[in-house]
């Protein structure tokens, strides 16, 4: 099945500065989504991404939609505490049991104000 | 426009017991997907329903089922419950089967 390998696994900043995660695919997804998880909570969607090559923005969060479309960056500029939380990127294929989307095992982010 | 809605948010049972989690989608959407997230396992998918029939299923025994409503709600139910089921389980929904994945703040199931 379609497996997503996302990394780092944890990062530990401090405040201020810029922070990049990426995902990468064994196989080839049509969309791209990333996720921010607080403790207790449900993910939230950060950004999505539907086409090759995307670069899309929201705040200080960049992520784009790789060429190869086998993998996926998210870039945060500036660290801020509440910042703080687990990153999950997903992909989704194209047709029958590629519908559903996987999920990366998250990125957990620390900040030091 | 309401989110996604889980219920309950807690909950506590015992090896041996059954529980039913019940998840209401964001008005208008005919998707609903289970997942089960554990701190070793991230997001593990469980079941999609759409128009009331399941579409897509994961990797998990029996033991777990679900089913959708004629309104969209879903519920999800685990029987023979196992300490190994301890898990936050989510509930997510979307208006297309390819639009974005919406989630509910999910059930924290304690199995003692």
């Known amino acids: 099945g379609q497996q997503l390998n996302q990394s780092p696994q944890s990062m530990f900043i401090q405040e201020g500065e810029d922070v990049s995660m990426n995902c990468t695919s064994s196989?080839?997804?049509?969309?791209w989504l990333w996720y921010k998880q607080d403790p207790g909570e449900g993910p939230v969607l950060l950004i999505a991404l539907y086409k090759a090559g995307e670069l899309t923005s929201n705040g200080r969060l960049t992520a784009q939609f790789g060429i190869t479309r086998k993998d996926s960056f998210l870039n945060i500029s500036a660290s801020i505490p509440s910042d703080v939380g687990i990153y999950f990127c997903a992909g989704q294929g194209s047709g029958g049991s590629n519908y559903k989307l996987t999920f990366g095992k998250g990125t957990l982010l620390t900040v030091n104000p | 426009k309401a989110g996604v809605t889980q219920t309950p948010r807690y909950l506590i049972k015992t090896r041996g017991q059954q529980v039913t989690l019940s998840c209401s989608p964001i008005?208008?959407?005919?998707?609903v997907s289970w997942y089960q997230q554990t701190p070793g396992q991230g997001l593990q998918f469980l079941f999609e329903?759409?128009?009331?029939?399941?579409?897509n299923k994961g990797n998990f025994p029996g033991r777990f089922s679900g089913r959708q409503f004629s309104n969209s709600r879903s519920e999800m139910n685990v029987s023979t419950l196992e300490l190994g089921d301890s898990a936050l389980y989510l509930c997510a929904s979307r208006g297309t089967s390819t639009g974005e994945l919406f989630f509910g703040e999910g059930s924290r199931l304690t199995v003692l």
């Open positions: 008005s208008g959407h005919r998707s």
């Open positions: 196989s080839i997804f049509n969309t």
């Open positions: 329903y759409f128009s009331e029939t399941q579409r």
